[in-house]
């Protein structure tokens, strides 16, 4: 089946930041509405942001807004997050994927990107 795929992960002090990319072959995300993820051991996978195949509008979750910022390059067809003043509870596996609505995903969750941020 038809999986994203993200990178961009990496060890950063707080404060730093990093940009994560999903991309996939086969499909046009431009096409999707696509949401950013995360995952810490013991805990449930959270969404963080997510962007909007209609309008481009994008919405976050409160612990993140105004410090991260989601968006699309549609000529790589990657849909990127960028990601600021980053603190250590940023920590997390990120994940991309296309929401569904009602818990609901289109894809199989990949392996993504580790995100530790610590001193």
């Known amino acids: 089946q038809l999986q994203l795929v993200e990178s961009g992960g990496g060890l950063v002090q707080p404060g730093g930041s990093l940009r994560l990319s999903c991309t996939t072959s086969?499909?046009?995300?431009?096409?999707?509405?696509i949401g950013w993820f995360r995952q810490t051991p013991g805990k449930e996978r959270e969404g963080v942001a997510c962007?909007?195949?209609?309008?481009?509008?994008?919405i976050y979750a409160n612990s993140v807004k105004g410090r991260f910022t989601i968006s699309r390059d549609n000529a790589k067809n990657t849909v990127s997050l960028q990601m600021d003043s980053l603190k250590p509870e940023d920590t997390a596996v990120y994940y991309c994927?296309?929401?569904?609505?009602?818990?609901?995903?289109?894809?199989?969750w990949g392996q993504g990107t580790q995100v530790t941020v610590s001193s």
């Open positions: 994927n296309r929401p569904l609505g009602e818990g609901k995903y289109a894809h199989d």
């Open positions: 086969g499909l046009t995300l431009n096409d999707f509405t």
């Open positions: 962007i909007s195949s209609r309008d481009g509008s994008a």
